[in-house]
């Protein structure tokens, strides 16, 4: 994803790069979250929400990133809706998507939390 974000600039002009580097970053999300399909295949209401995924701990390598900026970090932050259409396989637990949207939103939370304190 580091490695992405570089390419992230260079591709702002060409539209078939940025839709390549989109499908890039798409599937190494998908990766990161097939990482522990088990877990997600039978996570209940009463398992730790704070288990530690490959999702999760990719999430919270972004936010601790001081090479990024705080724009860059949220373009790296995928978009959970998008990341759950294509991993169907997990559609009939309906905490997966749960799980996914609640870890991104404290990544998002806790990159604008240190971009205030930065500010302050």
Do not use: M
Request: proline share 3%; aromatic share 6%; charged share 30%.
């Amino acid at each position: 994803l580091l490695t992405l974000s570089t390419l992230i600039d260079e591709e702002a002009s060409n539209g078939i790069a940025s839709d390549l580097v989109h499908s890039l970053q798409t599937k190494i999300w998908i990766a990161a979250v097939r990482a522990n399909s088990e877990y997600w295949k039978k996570v209940t209401p009463d398992d730790d929400p704070r288990y530690p995924t490959v999702y999760s701990e990719l999430l919270d390598r972004i936010v601790a990133c001081d090479e990024l900026s705080s724009e860059r970090k949220i373009e790296l932050i995928p978009d959970t809706k998008e990341l759950a259409e294509c991993l169907t396989e997990f559609a009939h637990n309906k905490l997966f998507g749960v799980l996914l949207r609640t870890n991104e939103e404290a990544a998002r939370r806790s990159i604008s939390d240190r971009e205030s304190i930065r500010v302050i």
